[in-house]
């Protein structure tokens, strides 16, 4: 099916954050426990030397088309399931088929380059202080030598800037060769271009995450201050960043729809 780029506007951006929540709250566990799968998945292949990050971040694409694919169907009164995950890589056509493998290959190309590149702006004091983090043994004097380190900020900066930079491509490409039949290059030049005229509602998208965050951090810190216990903060930490996390990639649907869908029906899959 062709798609047509949509002019956007900038009110959006706050309102796919919304419906994505309302969305995730008719399957909350089904949402959470689908991006539970793909972050376990990822994790086994973290096990497997050298191959298996690359693995690993090369489905990322796949991990965002399939939360598309998956609010669709919710959306639609259908199942919400783990194999949505791997939809994009499963259909018939081998044209699309190709083409996502390729996007894949791509992305994650250039985020072993954004990892590399941002490694050796901070000298590698990242990975350091990873390592420092996890030793039972780490002194506060060695985390505080490396943390006031300029170069781990200017590292810091380089992978937040370089992968958001990296995001903007890859966007809405699987979307893009899934429902629309686009090649790989053209789901990338498309995605860049569909992101440049939103820019402002995705401001307003990336705005609306921040409060989002910052309000769950609020939130702990009211607990911690009526409970006057620290561990709140633990506790709430992991199934607090669990729903962020599913409720994000619920929201990629409607950003998806707003650029590319039809004036009235989402594209159906």
Not at 45 to 71: D, E, K, Q, R, Y
Not at 206 to 228: Q, S
Request: hydrophobic share 60%; glycine share 10%; with cysteine.
């Amino acid at each position: 099916m062709g798609l047509r780029l949509h002019a956007v506007a900038p009110r959006r951006g706050a309102w796919w954050i919304r419906r994505a929540f309302a969305v995730w709250w008719k399957r909350p566990l089904a949402f959470v426990g689908l991006f539970m799968f793909f972050l376990f998945g990822v994790l086994l292949l973290m096990m497997v030397p050298f191959i298996g990050p690359i693995l690993g971040l090369a489905l990322l694409p796949m991990l965002t088309l399939g939360f598309m694919i998956a609010t669709q169907s919710a959306l639609q009164g259908g199942p919400v399931h783990a194999l949505q995950i791997f939809e994009g890589l499963r259909t018939p056509d081998m044209a699309r088929r190709k083409a996502q493998w390729m996007i894949c290959a791509l992305y994650a190309l250039a985020s072993v380059g954004v990892i590399e590149l941002s490694a050796w702006i901070d000298g590698g004091l990242f990975e350091q202080l990873q390592i420092a983090l996890a030793s039972p043994n780490v002194t506060p004097e060695e985390v505080n030598r490396l943390l006031a380190d300029p170069r781990l900020a200017e590292g810091m900066l380089a992978r937040m800037g370089l992968a958001t930079l990296l995001s903007v491509p890859f966007w809405h490409a699987p979307a893009l060769v899934h429902w629309g039949g686009q090649g790989a290059w053209q789901a990338l030049f498309s995605s860049t271009l569909a992101l440049w005229r939103a820019r402002g509602a995705f401001a307003l998208y990336a705005l609306g995450w921040v409060v989002v965050t910052f309000a769950f951090g609020v939130l702990a810190m009211v607990l911690v201050l009526v409970l006057g216990s620290r561990q709140v903060v633990s506790v709430l930490a992991m199934p607090g960043g669990l729903v962020i996390s599913a409720v994000f990639y619920v929201s990629l649907w409607f950003s998806f729809a707003d650029s590319f869908g039809e004036d009235d029906p989402a594209p159906p899959a």
